[in-house]
């Protein structure tokens, strides 16, 4: 799976707290977090009017 992900672009992470410490890593403490359930199935985007 690992490589399957790095293949993808995407970054492995073993574990939701390792996920977390990555992401804070990149975006500082007081970052949100946006949960997206079935999330494979759901195109995030932006828009504006």
Do not use: F
Not at 18 to 28: E, S, T
């Amino acid at each position: 799976m690992e490589r399957t992900l790095r293949d993808m672009k995407l970054q492995y992470a073993p574990s939701l707290e390792d996920a977390l410490a990555m992401a804070r890593a990149v975006k500082g403490e007081r970052a949100s977090i946006t949960v997206i359930p079935n999330g494979i199935s759901v195109i995030v985007g932006t828009t504006s009017i």
